[in-house]
């Protein structure tokens, strides 16, 4: 986060900020159970524009420990060097941040089991508010003395405390003595903890809880029935008359309205039906965000983004509705499976319009190496997207200024026609893969681009146009029947080759251009075509993934196809982390540095053991897109492994 930005938002949430980050730690690691209440999303305001609930933390643990990460953590052979690993990083947390959070590394293990949900509420000319649930199911948890530091904490700022009875419920809220609107309030409600800055938030939480199944009819006095004035109360005991004659009288609280919820958000609603198919497993994760009315919300008051927002309409970006999506782990057949939603405005316009997805071949081709860390294939008509971007552009500015632009701008410096030579020339289908240099490094991942060509010869023509308009950036190489140029890129003397981040290249070759920044990968490119390294497309990993994408796509036809291999991941690391110039690197910054200091006693005490023992629960991911009338689709897995006995 930039300065200013981290400025702003103190001065928004103040001394109280502490109060939401030390509860959201019970999102980002909570374990849920079951509670006798309407779910987050029956409770939650319809204004939420980010959105994220865990329905079952508890479950999810579990089946995150399930998963081929969790089960290769649990390896015998593997496990004392992650009870070592384990270890250091608590007497770290004991000796950095124990003393400044008051909970001890055994405390956080006692972490709630109940659902947890947060929520960004945008509210009629104010900055959003925060809102986190809590539930700590049948125990008392570490939450408490989460909130209880955070309480302390604003007390010690100053904070001025009352409480305000909702119901039945008694709601603790602080609020800055100097700036009106910058509000903390927390309750606790049958073992579960909301708190959000705004009281009306949780006002309108305790409302949906009590009615549950009721809609809320605006303007009705529903809401105020169940709200009492607030009642001042002295949250620190030690507070001296004076103090108390400081604060502020209290207004009159103005009648509190109950709103709808989440549930019947119909941009929510359109989003979940799309990522909950009946053949689902229910998921453990579900996540929402209205990236319009964020913005709105965020920097209202700014007038720089206000004109920018002005804009979206014409431009067609206010047809981006929503974005939201759900998961599910450890399954029978994946570790993990996600649907993602992207809801568009139907019919689109503008910029929505650019992408010029088509339907094509996806399989890898015969040139790409089996050795990839992830491999994604798209078919699209790049003279369309150019065409409506055109288009698009000259409405703002004048007839054939983009036109004008290419020409002056591109064009001439590079001495050949760009839309007629290269755009014409592309055939419309991508291939774009991400793999590690051997032997592995730091910034060893790299990356290829293959772009599939109308006519050959005619772009080895206008290559060789830019090539001898620049000579001093190309180099001429061959490997094996293939000729590709390696493109200079001034490097300080004193880097050696073998450590430079990237050694780029361009080549045409079998019908593609390609471009990429490993002249390495290049040659492992030309391997695979001339047989001499394995193919992706000959592998067990394709083969297991096109099955499981052919079932799920039944009736759909994908524009875009993607698969990983965490195998080539998974030895990246291990390479790095078992290599003597590694171990040097971490000796020579370990003065100073305790993170460093705890890694190296760790690999001091615990040998890794051979990779043939972590390389079994290495299993190979896909992922599709595909276009629909309300937008675009996307599912993601990761399949599962069964270790070996």
Known sequence: MRPLAARQVYRLFGPYLLGMSATIVLFASGFAAEAERPSAMKLFPEES?????????????????????????????????????????????????????????????????????????????KRPALLLMVDQGD????????????LEFAQEKGGEFSTEKVGDVEVTVVRDRDVENRVFGVCRRENTIIVATDPNVIRGVLWHWDHAGEPASAGGPTGASTSEPPKSTDANPNADSTAASDAKPEKEQPEFIPGRTLAENERFATILKNCRRPQDPPPQLVFFIDPIELARNVRRGNSGLQFALGLFPSLGIDGLMAIGGAITYATDEYDALAQFHVLLENPRSGVLLLPAFQAGDTAPQPFVPLAVESYMAWNWNFRTTYDRLIALVDQYRYQGSVDKFVKEKISDKLGIDVPTKIIDNLKGRFTWTIGYE?????????????????????????????????????????????????????????????????????????GYFFIGTSCQRFEQYVAARDGTAE???????????????????????????????????????????????????????????????????????????????????????????????????????TLRNEAKP
């Open 49 to 125: 524009v980010v959105f994220v609930r865990i329905s079952n933390a508890h479950d999810l643990g579990e089946r995150i420990h399930q998963t081929s990460t969790g089960r290769m953590l649990q390896d015998p052979q593997l496990q004392p060097f992650v009870e070592s690993l384990y270890g250091k990083a608590g007497e770290l947390y004991a000796e950095k941040a124990e003393g400044k959070l008051g909970i001890s590394w055994e405390d956080l293990k006692k972490l709630p089991k109940g659902e947890v949900a947060f929520a960004v509420v945008a509210r009629p000319e």
């Open 139 to 150: 125990e008392t948890t570490v939450a408490d003395k989460l909130v209880a530091k955070a």
């Open 438 to 510: 051997r032997p592995s490094r730091f910034r060893g991942q790299q990356h290829v681009f293959a772009a599939e060509l109308a006519d050959e010869n005619a772009a080895t023509e206008s290559l060789k146009t830019v090539m001898d308009k620049f000579p001093e950036l190309f180099e001429e190489r061959k490997f094996g029947n293939a000729t590709y140029y390696a493109i200079k890129v001034p490097m300080p003397d004193e880097i050696k080759e073998e450590d430079r981040p990237i050694s780029p290249f361009v080549a045409i070759m079998d």
């Open 535 to 637: 193919r992706l497309v000959d592998s067990n990993d394709y083969a297991r993934t096109s099955a499981v994408i052919g079932r799920e796509t039944v009736g759909a036809t994908p524009v875009m196809f993607a698969m990983s291999r965490s195998e080539e991941t998974l030895r990246q690391w291990y390479d790095l982390l078992t290599s003597e110039k590694t171990r040097s690197l971490i000796d020579e910054h370990k003065e100073g540095n305790a993170y460093l200091a705890a890694l190296a006693d760790v690999m001091d005490e615990n040998k890794l053991p051979p990779f043939e023992v972590l390389l079994q629960y290495a299993a190979p991911g896909g992922g599709i897109l595909y276009d629909t009338d309300s937008g675009y689709h996307a599912i993601s897995f």
